[in-house]
């Protein structure tokens, strides 16, 4: 549990910095949270390796992936809070970032466009906003955390040992 609130807040400071320096619509920028979570997950499942004696593969990532269940819930919580309450002007940024994106393509219409950001706004909405947070979470803490089981020091389990 310890692990999970200080990665979730190291994730929140990193969205802060991003929001107050005007970083999160660059391309770069998206990536941080992602590797963030992945490392600490690694580190996370090594470490748990080191503390344990007879760690397995599906040891290793049922602790991982409770890291990210927990991550994932914490994320949520924080985005909605993030989106409505702390930056509200986020949802004209993202449509106004939207518009650019579509424009820069040079191959939709404008009234492709105007369909296009419409669709956007309506996912600009608190439950798919939640969903998202807590899927695309969930699915970095999941990669994050079959990697970490890969690295972390597992014990030799002999399967035949208990087996007549």
């Known amino acids: 549990m310890s692990k ?11 969205d802060l910095i ?3 320096a005007h970083l999160k619509f660059t391309s770069w920028f ?22 344990n004696e007879a760690v397995t593969y599906g040891k290793a990532f049922g602790y991982a992936f409770k890291i990210s269940l ?18 509200p002007e986020f949802i004209d940024q993202t449509l106004q970032n939207a518009r650019e994106n579509m424009e820069a393509r040079g191959n939709m219409s404008q009234e492709q466009m105007d369909a296009g950001i419409a669709m956007t706004k309506k996912f600009m909405q608190p439950v798919p906003i939640a969903i998202f947070s807590f899927v695309i ?5 999941v990669i994050g955390s079959l990697l ?3 690295f972390a020091k597992k014990s030799e389990e002999n399967v035949f040992q208990n087996n007549p």
């Open 148 to 150: 970490g089981a890969a």
């Open 18 to 20: 991003g929001s107050f």
């Open 137 to 141: 979470t969930l699915i970095i803490g």
């Open 30 to 51: 998206k990536w941080i949270s992602t590797i963030v979570i992945i490392v600490s997950l690694i580190m996370a499942c090594i470490s748990f390796g080191k503390q």
């Open 70 to 87: 927990i991550i994932a819930i914490i994320m949520t919580v924080y985005s909605l809070i993030s989106v409505f309450l702390i930056f």
């Open 4 to 14: 999970a609130v200080l990665i979730s807040l190291i994730l929140i400071v990193v």
